[in-house]
């Protein structure tokens, strides 16, 4: 349970990495790390359920993008 655990938020941090390190706008960039960052907290503090993962990345992605205004 734990590796499995691990891995997603491995997962989760890498494609995060990944999507921010191409040519995005800062607004794009801050959207995609609030999705990461409110995936991982949905994942986290729900026990890695599908519904506070998807939940939290578009808490997150929404945050992230009202950040940039």
Same mark, same amino acid.
């Given at each position: 349970?734990?590796? =499995?655990?691990? $891995?997603? !938020?491995? &997962?989760?941090?890498?494609?995060?990495?990944? &999507? *921010? %390190?191409? +040519?995005?706008?800062?607004? /794009?960039? =801050? *959207?995609?790390?609030?999705? /990461?960052?409110?995936?991982?907290?949905?994942? &986290?503090? *729900?026990? @890695?359920? *599908? $519904? @506070?993962?998807?939940?939290? %990345? %578009? !808490? +997150? +992605?929404? !945050?992230?993008?009202? &950040?940039?205004?």
């Amino acid at each position: 349970m734990l590796v =499995n655990r691990s $891995f997603k !938020i491995s &997962v989760v941090l890498l494609l995060t990495l990944s &999507v *921010t %390190a191409c +040519g995005m706008s800062h607004r /794009g960039r =801050n *959207t995609a790390i609030g999705a /990461g960052v409110g995936a991982l907290g949905g994942a &986290v503090l *729900t026990g @890695g359920s *599908t $519904f @506070g993962t998807l939940g939290g %990345a %578009a !808490i +997150g +992605g929404i !945050i992230g993008h009202q &950040v940039s205004r």
